[in-house]
């Protein structure tokens, strides 16, 4: 009986990394995405984020459990933010952030951080091509009830 509770703990337990990131551009601003890799028990996904979220999501968590010994990688204020090896070590430091958070269950299983890693979005529970199938099909029902009302 006691296996079996600690296989459903591993299970639920989220293992997380940033591989990546990128730089998009929108409206002529120009900022980095960070991609982070999730993984519960078989379900695999990315979420894509910037360092403001994070940054929301570490002063949140802070407030809440002020005890915790949570660290993020400081704003930097003066200086290129696109500077690669700024990125590399900024990279890491929101990895360890992100690593920290998945430690205790206290925190992963938080609101706030189960939606940043958006652990309870329907569509890592199965795969992505049914999902897509079956929206189609429920949009062709739908059109046909319009018909036929």
């Avoid at 299970?11 to 890799?37: G, M």
Wanted: aromatic share 12%; net charge positive; hydrophobic share 30%.
């Amino acid at each position: 009986m006691q296996r079996d509770h600690t296989m459903d703990y591993k299970e639920s337990c989220p293992s997380v990394s940033i591989p990546s990131s990128d730089e998009h551009r929108e409206k002529k601003k120009r900022f980095t995405v960070y991609k982070v890799l999730v993984s519960v028990g078989r379900s695999e996904w990315f979420v894509f984020r910037r360092y403001a979220e994070f940054d929301k999501l570490y002063n949140t968590l802070k407030k809440q459990f002020p005890a915790m010994a949570l660290k993020i990688p400081a704003k930097r204020i003066f200086g290129d933010n696109f500077d690669p090896d700024f990125i590399k070590q900024r990279r890491a430091g929101l990895n360890e952030f992100i690593q920290n958070l998945v430690r205790y269950p206290e925190l992963y299983n938080h609101p706030d951080v189960r939606a940043f890693l958006q652990m309870d979005s329907p569509k890592h529970q199965s795969d992505p091509s049914e999902d897509e199938d079956e929206r189609s099909s429920q949009k062709v029902l739908l059109a046909k009830r319009k018909l036929d009302g």
